[in-house]
């Protein structure tokens, strides 16, 4: 199993930038499937980015596809994502995701460990 703990978030105004990390423990934090969410209130928890066990694949939602950024830093069991030109709309709180072997990486219920969230503001 792996315990995960975000950070990060905050406010920022429309255009400017934020970089979420994600805490893991455990010894096994290179096995797994990383992956990001988002939920705002009253609406479903979204696909925002994921990255491979090997650091080399990823895969976006067409929302933040070239303004967000997903990595992994397996010697820090920490994985990141970089956001940049944020818009109102990415107000959320920001999740982090794992899973060994996961079915639809853009689903969250294909994830098994979950972070608390993180929350990002965006002001206009």
């Known amino acids: 199993q792996v315990q995960l703990v975000e950070s990060g978030g905050g406010l920022v105004q429309a255009g400017g930038s934020l970089r979420l990390s994600c805490a893991a423990s455990?010894?096994?934090?290179?096995?797994?499937?990383m992956a990001w969410f988002r939920q705002a209130p009253g609406k479903e928890r979204e696909f925002v980015a994921r990255?491979?066990?090997?650091?080399?694949?990823?895969y976006y939602a067409e929302s933040v596809k070239g303004r967000f950024t997903i990595s992994r830093d397996n010697a820090k069991n920490t994985v990141y994502l970089q956001m940049n030109g944020l818009k109102p709309e990415d107000t959320a709180v920001y999740y982090c995701a794992a899973v060994l072997s996961p079915g639809n990486w853009d689903q969250w219920r294909a994830y098994d460990f979950w972070g608390q969230g993180t929350q990002v503001t965006v002001s206009s």
């Open positions: 990255i491979s066990r090997s650091s080399g694949m990823t």
């Open positions: 455990g010894r096994t934090f290179s096995s797994y499937y």
